[in-house]
């Protein structure tokens, strides 16, 4: 079993909708935890991170961490066309110290 | 631009060779991370430098190695490559002291035939 465990997809959406990524993982250690965006062929880019557990709000985005659950969250309001690319959880913390543990990624196309 | 330079985009060589990837980390980020991109394997992290000195190691291969120069570049040479080493290699920096993220070059794709 992974660590950091992710849907793949595709998910598959239009445009406006509320999108909701989601990722379990295993070490109750992890601390910091991450969503990364990442376009075909591109480097992934960091949208946001939080500590430990609660909420994050940035523009359309919301990141979510239920440390209890071990259950981490990214929503995106009125989801656009431009929101389409693959989205990788990552967390750090305790014995991994900076090193980040990615899920492996969930495609999403939103549709016109 | 990320500000995370990687050389070069694309390489494809034969089965038994060596290549060198290289990495220039964004101004002023001490950390240099290394990681590999196959569609069945995900980001897998293979080896972090600061400040030149290595800190940390993941499920890199003894065939492969990298380090850090006094300028910060890092290089990540990879040998007696095989056909599974066909994969997408990530460099990304981070800034020293408190966490607060990585982040990534544009990647390397290297093709092994």
């Known amino acids: 079993q992974k660590e950091v465990e992710q849907d793949p997809g595709p998910l598959s959406v239009p445009e406006g909708a509320i999108v909701s990524l989601n990722c379990t993982y295993s070490?109750?250690?992890?601390?910091?935890f991450m969503w990364y965006r990442q376009y075909s062929r591109k480097g992934p880019e960091l949208l946001m991170y939080?500590?430990?557990?609660g909420n994050k709000e940035d523009g359309r985005f919301t990141a979510q961490v239920d440390k209890s659950s071990k259950y981490i969250s990214l929503f995106i309001r009125d989801s656009q066309p431009s929101d389409s690319a693959t989205y990788l959880c990552?967390?750090?913390?305790?014995?991994?110290?900076?090193?980040?543990?990615f899920g492996g990624g969930t495609r999403l196309m939103v549709k016109p | 631009d990320s500000g995370v330079t990687q050389t070069p985009k694309h390489l494809i060589t034969a089965t038994g060779q060596r290549v060198t990837l290289r990495c220039s980390p964004r101004?002023?980020?001490?950390?240099v991370y290394w990681y590999q991109q196959s569609l069945d394997q995900g980001l897998q992290f293979l080896i972090h430098?600061?400040?030149?000195?290595?800190?940390a190691k993941g499920n890199i291969l003894e065939r492969f190695s990298a380090q850090q120069f006094p300028d910060l570049h890092s290089e990540l040479n990879l040998s007696s490559l095989e056909l599974g080493d066909s994969a997408l290699y990530f460099c990304?920096?981070?800034?020293?002291?408190?966490?607060?993220?990585?982040?990534f070059g544009s990647g390397t794709r290297l093709t092994v035939v």
């Open positions: 990304a920096s981070s800034l020293p002291g408190a966490w607060n993220g990585y982040t």
């Open positions: 070490n109750s250690a992890f601390q910091y």
């Open positions: 939080t500590y430990s557990s």
């Open positions: 990552a967390m750090s913390g305790g014995n991994a110290g900076n090193m980040l543990t």
């Open positions: 101004s002023g980020d001490l950390s």
């Open positions: 430098y600061y400040n030149g000195e290595e800190r």
